[in-house]
């Protein structure tokens, strides 16, 4: 077997998207498992930067097949549009496919995520609002609609009349909106159906032969393990499982197919939208990570909210992912401080926690317990080989690993492809 995963272990933004480019050109299959275009990932097409959100990182590897799983909830205006994209820049998109499982996101998704948004107020999630967490609730509600509806339109009339009768309701009672026309839905979706239904397939029996012949399979996800519904600080989450069990959910793949796990972990931490963040630095130094790592939202170009990089937070992941390897990504973004924090712990009402309790009103009260560190000041983007890098850097690494009892397998040390030190192979090709 070879089914590889590839997850982010904090709030999403790790820079998952680089590694999956790097270990994309040696797999056969780039699969998602969850999530929709609620993520982004920035790929240069014809020297152009271009972000996308729905299509996996690793779609321009098209020696590899690249599967949108039944898992994901699918915007199919965004779909062609991230095509078209790829294609404008001499691209072929021959290998990109998706299931006839996943879920259709509907304009009402969309505008419902706003509404809902908007009347929560000050308890708001932050959403992306790309209907992600509508489109879900519709499905565990089991009245969504899924791609291979499309291909009975019979069928595919009757559902939408029903779903948009409440949805309609809803959005003209609740939110005082204004209602969603159904032909003009209906005329949309028929328009759509040609473009789609080439690209649809069931990809359950395809990956698990693949699998059986060997074939090398990489599950990339998207968002990370604390924006996980179970796992995370809910409310404050996506809809969705990005974890190694979301992988087996949402594709339909046995655990026992996942040999390597591969957890992204950002040498501090960033967070988007609202929500807890223990280690958040209100502070010149969170300034000085938010500038110098660049960390404005690739989907919704919000500042994001940064700070030091929590233990506690590394370990849940590497908890409920069963993590085999460690990618620790922007290293050298850390390069001039004096000091640096890493969080080993919580403190919540005089206790203290070493795993991450359930309840976000802890959380939020929760201080961090940090072990100091000393810092560095060479830039390290050029080193190749972990001996050369800085002593302190050194330490700061081995800390993680002895913390999340995983090995680091890749250091990334720059923004670039080939800026980033192998400590062991995850792909052995
Ligand atoms: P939703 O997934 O749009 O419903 O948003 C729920 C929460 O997840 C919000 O806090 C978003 O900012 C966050 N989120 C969703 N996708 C991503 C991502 O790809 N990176 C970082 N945060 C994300």
């Given at each position: 077997?070879?089914?590889?995963?590839?997850?982010?272990?904090?709030?999403?933004?790790?820079?998952?998207?680089?590694?999956?480019?790097?270990?994309?050109?040696?797999?056969?299959?780039?699969?998602?498992?969850?999530?929709?275009?609620?993520?982004?990932?920035?790929?240069?097409?014809?020297?152009?930067?271009?972000?996308?959100?729905?299509?996996?990182?690793?779609v321009?590897?098209?020696?590899?097949?690249?599967?949108?799983g039944?898992?994901v909830?699918?915007?199919?205006?965004?779909?062609?549009?991230?095509?078209?994209?790829?294609?404008?820049?001499?691209?072929?998109t021959?290998?990109?496919y998706?299931?006839?499982?996943?879920?259709?996101?509907?304009?009402?998704?969309?505008?419902?995520?706003?509404?809902?948004?908007?009347?929560?107020?000050?308890?708001?999630?932050?959403?992306?609002?790309?209907?992600?967490?509508?489109?879900?609730?519709?499905?565990?509600?089991?009245?969504?609609?899924?791609?291979?509806?499309l291909?009975?339109?019979?069928?595919?009339?009757?559902?939408?009349?029903?779903?948009?009768?409440?949805?309609?309701?809803?959005?003209?009672?609740?939110?005082?909106?204004?209602?969603?026309?159904y032909?003009?839905?209906?005329?949309?979706?028929?328009?759509?159906?040609?473009?789609?239904?080439?690209?649809?397939?069931?990809?359950?029996a395809?990956?698990?032969?693949?699998?059986?012949?060997?074939?090398?399979?990489?599950?990339?996800?998207?968002?990370?393990?604390?924006?996980?519904?179970?796992?995370?600080?809910?409310?404050?989450?996506?809809?969705?499982?990005?974890?190694s069990?979301?992988?087996?959910?949402?594709?339909?793949?046995?655990?026992?197919?996942?040999?390597t796990i591969?957890?992204?972990?950002?040498?501090?931490?960033?967070?988007?939208g609202?929500?807890?963040?223990?280690?958040?630095?209100?502070?010149?130094?969170?300034?000085?990570?938010?500038?110098?790592?660049?960390?404005?939202?690739?989907?919704?170009?919000?500042?994001?909210?940064?700070g030091?990089?929590?233990?506690?937070?590394?370990?849940?992941?590497?908890?409920?992912?069963?993590?085999?390897?460690?990618?620790?990504?922007?290293?050298?973004?850390?390069?001039?401080?004096?000091?640096?924090?890493?969080?080993?712990?919580?403190?919540?009402?005089?206790?203290?926690?070493?795993?991450?309790?359930?309840?976000?009103?802890?959380?939020?009260?929760?201080?961090?317990?940090?072990?100091?560190?000393?810092?560095w000041?060479?830039?390290?983007?050029?080193?190749?080989?972990?001996?050369?890098?800085?002593?302190?850097?050194?330490?700061?690494?081995?800390?993680?690993?002895?913390?999340?009892?995983?090995?680091?397998?890749?250091?990334?040390?720059?923004?670039?492809?080939?800026?980033?030190?192998?400590?062991?192979?995850?792909?052995?090709?």
């Amino acid at each position: 077997m070879a089914g590889y995963v590839v997850v982010g272990t904090q709030w999403g933004d790790e820079g998952k998207g680089k590694i999956v480019d790097v270990l994309g050109s040696k797999v056969d299959y780039v699969v998602r498992f969850q999530g929709g275009n609620n993520a982004g990932h920035t790929v240069i097409v014809e020297g152009k930067k271009h972000i996308l959100h729905l299509l996996p990182s690793g779609v321009l590897h098209t020696q590899s097949k690249c599967i949108i799983g039944p898992g994901v909830v699918v915007d199919p205006f965004v779909f062609l549009e991230e095509i078209a994209l790829i294609e404008s820049g001499g691209i072929t998109t021959d290998h990109v496919y998706i299931s006839d499982r996943a879920h259709l996101i509907m304009p009402y998704h969309v505008a419902l995520d706003a509404y809902q948004e908007e009347m929560k107020g000050d308890k708001k999630v932050g959403t992306t609002k790309r209907g992600i967490g509508p489109c879900y609730a519709d499905k565990y509600q089991r009245i969504g609609l899924r791609m291979s509806d499309l291909e009975d339109i019979d069928s595919f009339k009757e559902k939408l009349a029903f779903t948009l009768k409440i949805k309609n309701d809803e959005i003209v009672k609740l939110y005082e909106g204004e209602a969603f026309d159904y032909d003009d839905l209906l005329t949309k979706f028929i328009e759509l159906r040609d473009k789609l239904l080439p690209r649809m397939i069931d990809s359950v029996a395809e990956i698990d032969q693949a699998l059986t012949n060997n074939k090398f399979v990489l599950f990339e996800g998207a968002q990370a393990a604390m924006l996980d519904i179970n796992y995370g600080t809910y409310p404050y989450v996506t809809s969705s499982s990005p974890t190694s069990a979301g992988v087996c959910a949402g594709v339909g793949v046995s655990p026992k197919k996942l040999d390597t796990i591969v957890g992204v972990v950002k040498a501090y931490s960033t967070r988007v939208g609202e929500g807890p963040f223990v280690t958040e630095l209100n502070d010149d130094k969170g300034e000085f990570l938010r500038e110098k790592g660049f960390e404005f939202g690739a989907t919704t170009g919000r500042p994001r909210r940064c700070g030091w990089l929590d233990l506690l937070v590394v370990k849940h992941a590497t908890l409920i992912n069963g993590l085999t390897d460690l990618v620790v990504t922007k290293v050298d973004v850390l390069s001039g401080l004096k000091e640096i924090n890493i969080c080993m712990g919580y403190e919540i009402d005089g206790v203290r926690f070493d795993y991450l309790p359930a309840s976000v009103e802890k959380v939020v009260r929760a201080k961090p317990i940090y072990d100091v560190m000393e810092g560095w000041d060479e830039d390290i983007t050029g080193i190749r080989e972990f001996d050369l890098l800085p002593e302190n850097c050194k330490k700061y690494l081995r800390k993680i690993e002895e913390v999340s009892k995983t090995r680091i397998s890749m250091v990334s040390v720059g923004p670039e492809r080939e800026h980033n030190i192998y400590l062991h192979d995850i792909i052995t090709k």
